[in-house]
Nanobody, 118 residues
Framework: VRLAESGGGLALSGGSLRLSCTASGYTLAWHEVAWFRQAPGKQREIIACITGDPPRTEYADSVKGRFTISRDDPRNAVVLQLNSLKPEDTGVYFC????????????WGQGTQVTVSS
């Protein structure tokens, strides 16, 4: 299975971006998928997670109310909608899928850069 993030770029403070984590080689449906962020000089942190069917979601306090994670099953993807962006949201965003059947274990994408200017 391969994961590929897309949708990163440059945004103004208060703006929006839509990130996608698209899988090839296996379905993402009902498996746990999480988005992580790594800011410059900081450790990678989990910011949102979706799992199960019906899906359950969790968010880090720093993004709660601004970011939304959802599934796009027809595209075999998980989307992270970023709204009300802040400069501190700048970083590389990674998705990780955890499979308990099929390609068992954790699989990571290569990351996509998000830069928010004030």
């Amino acid at each position: 299975v391969r994961l590929a993030e897309s949708g990163g770029g440059l945004a103004l403070s208060g703006g929006s971006l839509r990130l996608s984590c698209t899988a090839s080689g296996y379905t993402l449906a009902w498996h746990e998928v999480a988005w992580f962020r790594q800011a410059p000089g900081k450790q990678r942190e989990i910011i949102a997670c979706i799992t199960g069917d019906p899906p359950r979601t969790e968010y880090a306090d720093s993004v709660k109310g601004r970011f939304t994670i959802s599934r796009d099953d027809p595209r075999n993807a998980v989307v992270l909608q970023l709204n009300s962006l802040k400069p501190e949201d700048t970083g590389v965003y990674f998705c990780k899928a955890q499979f308990i059947v099929g390609p068992t274990g954790d699989h990571w994408g290569q990351g996509t850069q998000v830069t928010v200017s004030s």
